[in-house]
């Protein structure tokens, strides 16, 4: 494929808007998985496929995108959903993989290790015991989330060492624990309305957390 045709791809990526982040304010699980299914999850097929495409050059091994589904929801409506890409096929939830996805009030875009990781315990040793090069890996302004369910993220900013080991140990012993680690974007940020700027974001974070990405991979 030519540069332009690259380019011009790119340049007719849909960003997220109003609308988008309304979905979660639905009433009921059908509509808004019907919103869901209907705004969003076409943009996160475009904006995926460039990502999986991106991270595969940098990974060094192919790449694979994953959209939520939701399907065991069965009541309650589900307050975000997200994209995802690892190295496996048939599922993200048991390796390391990189997410972007939306709350009602803001993206997110992780690098995510979550409860479902079997081998978590030898990925936060691994961190641990190099854990001078996993903060120093991590840029100023990145969050930090023990669960991917709730909004709240620390600001790794505010962090000291003290703070990092005790994040990696609660990963390592807890088992419901989570390690993600990455960025949030307000819903009100402009940036989010042009899909390349948003690709563009996305592909600088996960530049940055690149390495704690293969490192983990190292101990899956």
């Known amino acids: 494929m030519t540069t332009t045709q690259t380019e011009l791809q790119r340049s007719h990526l849909d960003g997220f808007t109003h609308a988008d982040f309304g979905v979660f304010r639905l009433e009921g699980l059908d509509e808004r998985m019907k919103g869901i299914q209907s705004l969003i999850q076409p943009k996160f097929r475009m904006i995926g496929e460039k990502l999986a495409e991106e991270l595969a050059e940098r990974s060094g091994h192919e790449m694979f995108l994953h959209i939520a589904k939701h399907a065991r929801r069965t009541v309650n409506a589900p307050k975000d959903t997200w994209l995802s890409i690892c ?29 479902e990781v079997p081998n978590k315990k030898a990925i936060a040793a691994a961190y641990l015991d190099q854990m001078d090069e996993v903060i120093g890996a991590v840029p100023t302004g990145y969050k930090l989330s023990l669960d991917h369910m709730k909004k709240d993220a620390a600001d790794t900013g505010l962090m000291d060492d003290e703070a990092w080991k005790t994040a990696l140990i ?24 042009d899909g390349e700027r948003l690709l563009d974001f996305a592909l600088e974070t996960y530049d940055a957390l690149m390495p704690l990405y293969k490192l983990a991979c190292s101990r899956s």
Do not use: C, S, T
């Open 170 to 193: 609660r990963f390592r012993d807890v088992q419901k624990a989570e390690l993600l680690i990455g960025r949030h974007i307000a819903a009100d940020d402009l940036m989010l309305r």
């Open 87 to 115: 190295g496996n096929k048939r599922g993200y939830k048991a390796h390391p993989h990189f997410q972007l996805g939306l709350f009602d009030d803001h993206v997110f875009i992780w690098l995510a290790l979550i409860y």
